[in-house]
């Protein structure tokens, strides 16, 4: 099993979470391994980087 990378939202010019806190598993389609975690970004989170 590969070590798995978290990621952020970079809004702003700042690094931070989805509004949820809440994380996606991406998956490498070759090997069906999770390669990375990203936010789970909303609306909400949208609509906070266009302000």
């Not at 970079?10 to 390669?35: H, K, Y």
Request: charged share 20%; net charge negative; proline share 6%.
């Amino acid at each position: 099993m590969t070590e798995s990378r978290e990621y952020r939202n970079l809004i702003g010019g700042e690094l931070g979470p989805a509004e949820s806190g809440s994380l996606l598993d991406s998956i490498n389609p070759t090997t069906g391994e999770v390669w990375a975690r990203v936010p789970a970004s909303s609306r909400a989170d949208a609509n906070f980087a266009a302000n």
